[in-house]
Each structure stands twice: as C-alpha cells, then as structure tokens.
C-alpha cells in the first residue's frame, strides 16, 4: 500500500539511494566478456556457440514480461527477492560449469543457466525503476537516466573487481556474483517502497538532489576509467588496488549522503513530514482550506488503492476537481442568482468516479494511462519499438563480442575496451536522460530526438570499425557506448510520457525484448556465422579470426540498421511534437484528460 508524501519527504530519497546500489549490483548482464573466453575454453565451444550464449545472456536481462506484470500486484521486495533468486541459482550453474565442478554439462542446460542468471537484471530493474518513476513522476527523465546509468556502470565495476581484487579469475567472478549480487538485493529490497507523490512539482531540494547525485555518478564515472587506465599501464600492488577499489566503494554510497542529511539536518517540510506527525495529515481532512482538503483526499483514495498504478490516475482526477471547485466558487461570486449551489451538494468520491467513468468509456489518449492490448494497436509504439530496437540491437552485437573485436585487432588484453564501452554507456544514459529531460521542459522538444541524433553518431562509429583506421578503436568503441546508452534512458521515460505510468512495468518490459531480439539477429545468426566463416578461410577448424575481416560486413550491415532506426526515431519525433507541447507547456508533466461529464 503506498504511503502519501509531502514536497521534500526523506523515504522517497532513501528508497533511491538503494535502488542505484542494487543497479549496479544487477549490472551482471554487462559481465558475458569477462568469463565468456573461459566458457568457451572450459567447454571447448566455437565461436558461433558463444555468440548464441551471448543471445541468452541479453534476453534473460531483458525479458521483462513476468516482472511488469507482477509489479502491480506485488510490492518491490518480492520483485527484488525473485531477482535474488535467480541470480544465485543461474550464475551458481555458470560458477560449476567454468570450475569443471560439473564438466559435462549440456549446452542447452548452460543456455538456460545463463538466462536464469542474467534475469536476474530484469527483476531488479522492474522493481526499481517503475517504483522510482512512480515516486517522482515529475522528473522521469532524470530518474530514468541516473538508475540505468548506474546500471551501465555496473559492468565496469565488476570489470575492476574481475582485474583487481579477483586477479583476473572467471570463476571467482561468477561465484561473487552468484552470492554477493543476492545479498546487496537481500539487505536493501524493503527500502524500495512506492509512495503517493505530491502535487508540488518545483520543490527546491528536489533538483538540489538529483544534481548532486548526477554529479556523484559522474565523479564515479570518471574515477572508475582513471583507475581502468592507470592499472592497464602501471602494475599496480595488492595494497594500492585495495585502497582504489575502497575509493570506489565509498563513491557508490554517495547517494546514501541525501537520506543522512535529511535525518540529521531535517527542513522544517521534511520534520513535518515524520512519521509521528502523519495522524496530522489525516486530521487535515477537516481543516477549512480546501487545497488542504483536497490534499488529503488524494493520499486517502490513494492509500486506499492495492494497485500502485492507480497512484497517477488517481492524482490526475484530483488535480481535475482542484480546478472545477475555484471555477464554481468564482461563479458563484461573480453571479450569485445563477451560480451552482456547492456548499452542501459537492461530492469528491462521485465526481472522482463520474470521471474514471468516462474516461473507461472512451479510448486513451497520448498521455493517458493505456491498456497494454491498447498500446500495441498504436502506430507510436511499433515506431518507438522499431527504432530501439535497430539501436540497442547493433549495439549490443558490439557488445557481446567485444573481447573478439579486441583480439582481431591485435589487443592481447580488452579489459580496457569493455571499461571505455561501459563508461561511455553510462554516459549515454544519465547524460540522454538529463538532456532530453532539460529540453522536454524548456524547449518542448521530443525526447526521440535523442535516439535519431546518436544512431547517426553510431552510424560513424560502425563505419571506423569497417575501415579498420589505425587509432580508432578506442574512440568507435567510445562513440557506440554513448549511443548505445542513450538508446535506454530515452525510451523509458518516452514509454511513461505517452503510454502513462499505470502499466508501464509491462510496457516498458515489452520495449526491452528489442535487445535480445537484435542480440540474436545480428549477434547470433550474423556476427558469428560470418566470423566463424572467416576464421576457417584463414585456418581449418580454427575457432580464432584475427584482421579487419573478421567483423567488417557484419559492421557494414549494422550501420544500414542504425541509419533505418535514425529514420524511424525521427519520423516519430516529428508525431510526438505536439504531445510534448501538452505534456510540458506548463514546465512539468501533465497529463491530457477528457472534459468532465
């Protein structure tokens, strides 16, 4: 049952804090390069087997579907102790197979274990992420940005772990994250709790917060690829690591600082807002203001509601009659003979039910909360699937066979290659959301915009890979992370904005089978077939392809896929022009409601 909040409330906050810390423990599906050269040797694969294990490592991470339809029936603790689960049992499987604890096990059964483990992701970024959007709807963009960015991090947190503390061991990888991943979800799962939010969008430490920990992420960011470089060119002792990767660790906890700041240095709205005075808020039904009346109508119906989803529609109908009560009472005013008798005759509960009502009678309109079978009959949602998926699909094909890149290339070690991939993913992510966020606000601008603007970005980057320019793997690799990661941080809050939050755990959920659905179109079948083909024109039976050759047509190919999905994200941009101009001509997010019956 979510609890309402005053503007400036500290659980929200704290509820934030944990969810980026189980973000960047859930970034295990960013993990297949560190321990996929291991499988391959352990089990003796070829190339083109682990490609298709690195199908099933992005479509457990994505494949959504159960989490986005539970999350509305159940609280996000259950969501993030299922995650739990499966990231022990999965990466537990993946653990005995790299050990040779059971050496012959099946590859179908591997397949399988590597979904189970890397689902693990979707749980947790279900629970998180609709939560969060649900608790500040008014910044979606940001919210959106910050959490996947940290999530992105998470590769390179591990990669460090991987290199650093556990000396370059694959299993010792797998085992922590078979057992440590369960344990950071155990300890903070019931601080991610859903809230009704409030009505007041311009709170002022709202926007301190969420710079500061946009500014603490960054300094992480940047942290994380100094120590990736300095340990890639300097050998580093046991004890140095140590202290770095303490260094490190105490970042990740930056965002915990807003929640202990507001317990020892309360506001007087957030000392207002304690648990002990909340008999206050519900006494305030009876108070004469009718803004404070109204107010606490909003947190009853919406405490008074199992379903989380109802929290906006709910909102939005109360905001509805916060409008007709002043247009009465100033008809009543100016016109006394003929004005509406409303001191006696107004009744909250039936204009709230008179007007779900009528909109239940009528079809959804953009920015209202559509029915999952509604949004799929709508042009917008195959335009925005479409795209996504052109761009994570590429993206990710790079990804998954990235430590390949490297080594046919000439790089003995592509530790570093993954650390700029992430780092520039992360950047994509919470620089996309900000971005897209800051010019949805003052310039009414499509966040689409976004992905059309970074698949062209992706486009070059594909077309450095193909050329083979000596030089230019660093900065291609650091060009496809960025669009790659923007891809995510945009079309989440695109998903809520048109779509509404009411089922977005579903919806989004659906959006996110885009990159499993790539990974093994251009991953599975494409990528690896062709570098399998020319690993045997170099040598029979060789599992290892070394040249530009190796990835040149599959680079070709995805640069036609991005310039399509550019095409595609554009073409929608242009559609949601308008819905935009409705949504933020006010500054904040609204949501467009029929007239009242």
Request: overall charge neutral; some cysteine.
């Amino acid at each position: 049952m979510a609890r309402a909040v005053t503007p400036g409330s500290r659980q929200p906050w704290l509820g934030f804090a944990a969810s980026v810390l189980v973000q960047v423990a859930g970034g295990t599906g960013y993990t297949f390069p560190l321990y996929s050269h291991s499988l391959k040797k352990a089990m003796g694969y070829k190339q083109r087997q682990i490609t298709l294990l690195g199908v099933a490592n992005d479509f457990g991470e994505n494949f959504g579907i159960i989490a986005g339809l539970l999350c509305n029936r159940f609280p996000p603790w259950s969501i993030l102790l299922v995650g739990a689960t499966c990231c022990f049992l999965g990466f537990g499987a993946l653990w005995s197979a790299v050990s040779l604890t059971f050496p012959n096990l099946h590859y179908c059964l591997l397949w399988l274990a590597l979904c189970i483990a890397t689902n693990s992701s979707a749980w947790f970024g279900t629970g998180v992420i609709v939560t969060n959007l649900r608790n500040f709807p008014h910044r979606r963009g940001t919210v959106a940005g910050i959490l996947k960015g940290y999530a992105g991090l998470g590769g390179a947190v591990y990669t460090i772990l991987y290199t650093g503390v556990l000396h370059g061991s694959s299993t010792k990888l797998l085992w922590f994250m078979a057992v440590g991943v369960p344990i950071v979800s155990l300890a903070t799962m019931f601080f991610v709790r859903p809230f009704v939010p409030p009505l007041e969008t311009n709170h002022p430490s709202e926007q301190r917060h969420f710079m500061f920990i946009q500014i603490a992420s960054v300094i992480l960011g940047i942290y994380i690829l100094f120590y990736t470089i300095v340990d890639y060119l300097l050998p580093l002792s046991d004890a140095v690591i140590s202290v770095l990767v303490g260094v490190m660790i105490l970042l990740l906890f930056a965002p915990l600082a807003i929640p202990i700041k507001m317990t020892l240095f309360p506001s007087r709205t957030e000392d207002n807002n304690t648990e002990e005075n909340e008999p206050l808020l519900a006494a305030s039904s009876s108070s004469n203001d009718p803004g404070d009346a109204q107010e606490n109508e909003q947190s009853q119906a919406a405490s008074s509601s199992n379903d989380p989803g109802r929290t906006q529609e709910i909102e939005q109908l109360v905001a509805a009659s916060q409008e007709i009560v002043p247009l009465l009472a100033a008809s009543t005013t100016n016109d006394p003979e003929n004005a509406p008798e409303i001191s006696e005759g107004f009744d909250l509960n039936a204009l709230l039910a008179e007007e779900e009502s009528g909109t239940r009678r009528r079809r959804p309109r953009r920015g209202e909360n559509f029915e999952f079978h509604q949004a799929l009959i709508k042009a917008d949602f195959w335009l925005l699937f479409m795209a996504y998926f052109l761009g994570v699909g590429s993206g990710v094909t790079v990804l998954n066979n990235l430590a390949q890149i490297g080594v046919a290339a000439g790089l003995e070690d592509t530790t570093l290659l993954l650390c700029i991939f992430s780092f520039c993913n992360f950047v994509g992510r919470i620089g996309g959301g900000s971005a897209s966020e800051y010019l949805a606000r003052s310039r009414l601008v499509s966040r689409t915009i976004w992905m059309t603007a970074t698949q062209a970005i992706m486009v070059i980057a594909f077309l450095l890979y193909a050329s083979d320019i000596n030089g230019t793997l660093y900065v291609s690799t650091g060009m496809l992370g960025v669009g790659y990661g923007v891809q995510f941080s945009v079309m989440l809050p695109t998903v809520s904005e048109i779509f509404g939050l009411k089922h977005f755990g579903l919806l989004y959920n659906f959006m996110l089978l885009g990159n499993p659905l790539g990974a093994f179109l251009f991953s599975g079948l494409l990528a690896g077939y062709l570098y399998d083909k020319e690993a045997a024109k170099q040598l029979p039976d060789s599992s290892t392809c070394l040249g530009p050759n190796c990835f040149r047509s599959t680079f070709l190919f995805l640069a036609g896929m991005c310039t399509l999905g550019s095409l595609l994200s554009s073409i929608l941009s242009t559609r949601l022009t308008s819905v935009y101009q409705n949504l933020y001509a006010a500054g904040s997010p609204r949501t467009p409601r029929a007239p009242l019956r």
